[in-house]
């Protein structure tokens, strides 16, 4: 019980939290004295300690960056600040793993992630084409919405008193799902919206493959039909012809591979920076890039491994179960592959909780679906 209000706690206070911190702040200090305790409290669970035995290679891995970046004259600074993610990561997943109400936490999960979303709506000065939320709101390109749309359809399907998961039965879930999806879009962020079809798409895949093929049939054939009204929309709304930021995120990606390629297995290490138009740049808005030119393929597949350990959990759950998390799952990483939100320092802590509290929830669920043993 602690634990899980520690952990609610944490992540109630991140829609207060800063997502571009100019200095130490004191609600920064609060939520890493929330994230450390709850970490804590929750390796008092044998659950927990398992799943951070699990992650123990990334330790080895960060020394190892550490160590490279040190020798390539990196700045030690800059990669303590390399290393905050990962560790937050693993707080996060010891934390929800080893909280004793996992469903609740999702659920103040999806709170946060649904008051992020109306924060960013009620700041537009205006709903007309061209106008970005993210202009007047920055905390929405972290992603959350994202995250609450997983967290709404896992909590729809796994409804502890039989409830059908559908939205049409469910207002709550309904009127949130809609706020949720509203945000998204009017963030106008195409990496975000690439991320959410694509989970939408393999979560629909997994649990009915043949109607998901018929229908991307019709939808591709529909594209080929209107595709001057559909390219029109595009240019007006997703900026498809606005290169300034795609060109300065391509030389960033440019610069990194080159890293890559010089020192390909481990990289350049924690630390490096690199020189882009002017200016000294420690990260990629491409978390693949970013890992490749870090870590190398050493560390990179060291980091690698443990995700599928703990993903092959899922295993033991239902289709749909497993759909919705692979599909959630595969939508924040399609996100994060376009973006720099993988630096932020409340996101990952947030994602680390809901893996932990779903599996443990998943856990109790396959429990609760269990037929009972007569009674004589």
Same mark, same amino acid.
């Given at each position: 019980?602690?634990?899980?209000?520690?952990?609610?706690?944490?992540?109630?206070?991140?829609?207060?939290?800063?997502?571009?911190?100019?200095?130490?702040?004191?609600?920064?200090?609060?939520?890493?004295?929330?994230?450390?305790?709850?970490?804590?409290?929750?390796?008092?669970?044998?659950?927990?300690?398992?799943?951070?035995?699990?992650?123990?290679?990334?330790?080895?891995?960060?020394? /190892?960056?550490?160590?490279?970046?040190?020798?390539?004259?990196?700045?030690?600074?800059?990669?303590?600040?390399?290393?905050?993610?990962?560790?937050?990561?693993?707080?996060?997943?010891?934390?929800?793993?080893? *909280?004793?109400?996992?469903?609740? &936490?999702? +659920?103040?999960?999806?709170?946060?992630?649904?008051?992020?979303?109306?924060?960013? /709506?009620?700041?537009?000065?205006?709903?007309?084409?061209? &106008?970005?939320?993210?202009?007047?709101?920055?905390?929405?390109?972290?992603?959350?919405?994202?995250?609450?749309?997983?967290?709404?359809?896992?909590?729809?399907?796994?409804?502890?008193?039989?409830?059908?998961?559908?939205?049409?039965?469910?207002?709550?879930?309904?009127?949130?799902?809609?706020?949720?999806?509203?945000?998204?879009?009017?963030?106008?962020?195409?990496?975000?919206?690439?991320?959410?079809?694509?989970?939408?798409?393999?979560?629909? #895949?997994?649990?009915?493959?043949?109607?998901?093929?018929? *229908?991307?049939?019709? +939808? !591709?054939?529909?594209?080929?039909?209107?595709?001057?009204?559909?390219?029109?929309?595009?240019?007006? %709304?997703?900026?498809?012809?606005?290169?300034?930021?795609?060109?300065?995120?391509?030389?960033?990606?440019?610069?990194?591979?080159?890293?890559?390629?010089? #020192?390909?297995?481990?990289?350049?290490?924690?630390?490096?920076?690199? +020189?882009?138009?002017?200016?000294?740049?420690?990260?990629?808005?491409?978390?693949?890039? #970013?890992?490749?030119?870090?870590?190398?393929?050493?560390?990179?597949? &060291?980091?690698?491994?443990?995700?599928?350990? &703990?993903?092959?959990?899922?295993?033991? !759950?239902?289709?749909?179960?497993?759909?919705?998390?692979?599909?959630?799952?595969?939508?924040?990483?399609? %996100?994060?592959?376009?973006?720099?939100? %993988?630096?932020?320092? #409340?996101?990952?802590?947030?994602?680390?909780?809901?893996?932990?509290?779903?599996?443990?929830?998943?856990?109790?669920?396959?429990?609760?679906?269990?037929?009972?043993?007569?009674?004589?």
């Amino acid at each position: 019980m602690v634990t899980s209000a520690i952990v609610i706690l944490g992540v109630l206070l991140t829609l207060v939290l800063p997502i571009y911190p100019q200095g130490f702040e004191p609600s920064i200090g609060l939520f890493l004295v929330l994230a450390g305790l709850g970490g804590m409290m929750g390796l008092m669970r044998r659950a927990a300690r398992r799943e951070l035995m699990v992650l123990s290679p990334w330790v080895v891995a960060l020394m /190892l960056a550490m160590l490279v970046g040190g020798m390539r004259q990196g700045e030690s600074r800059q990669a303590l600040e390399d290393c905050l993610p990962y560790l937050l990561f693993m707080i996060g997943l010891v934390a929800g793993r080893g *909280a004793a109400r996992p469903r609740t &936490i999702l +659920v103040a999960v999806l709170v946060a992630c649904l008051g992020d979303s109306l924060v960013s /709506l009620y700041k537009m000065p205006s709903f007309e084409p061209g &106008i970005r939320s993210t202009y007047n709101y920055f905390k929405i390109t972290a992603g959350l919405p994202l995250v609450g749309v997983f967290a709404s359809t896992l909590l729809r399907h796994t409804d502890s008193n039989g409830r059908s998961p559908s939205l049409a039965t469910r207002p709550g879930h309904l009127v949130a799902y809609g706020l949720m999806l509203v945000a998204l879009f009017a963030s106008v962020s195409r990496g975000m919206m690439l991320g959410y079809v694509i989970g939408l798409l393999f979560t629909a #895949y997994i649990r009915r493959p043949s109607q998901v093929l018929m *229908a991307s049939l019709v +939808v !591709s054939v529909g594209l080929l039909a209107f595709s001057s009204v559909f390219l029109e929309l595009g240019e007006k %709304y997703l900026r498809l012809r606005s290169s300034g930021t795609i060109e300065g995120r391509v030389d960033e990606i440019e610069s990194a591979w080159a890293t890559f390629l010089q #020192y390909p297995l481990l990289g350049a290490g924690l630390g490096a920076t690199f +020189v882009v138009d002017g200016a000294h740049k420690a990260y990629v808005h491409n978390m693949a890039a #970013y890992h490749l030119w870090k870590f190398g393929l050493v560390g990179s597949g &060291i980091l690698a491994m443990p995700l599928f350990v &703990i993903g092959r959990q899922l295993s033991a !759950s239902g289709r749909d179960e497993r759909a919705i998390a692979i599909g959630g799952g595969l939508s924040v990483i399609a %996100y994060l592959i376009t973006c720099a939100a %993988y630096k932020t320092y #409340y996101l990952v802590w947030i994602l680390g909780v809901v893996v932990g509290a779903t599996i443990s929830w998943l856990t109790a669920w396959r429990t609760m679906q269990a037929p009972q043993a007569p009674v004589s």
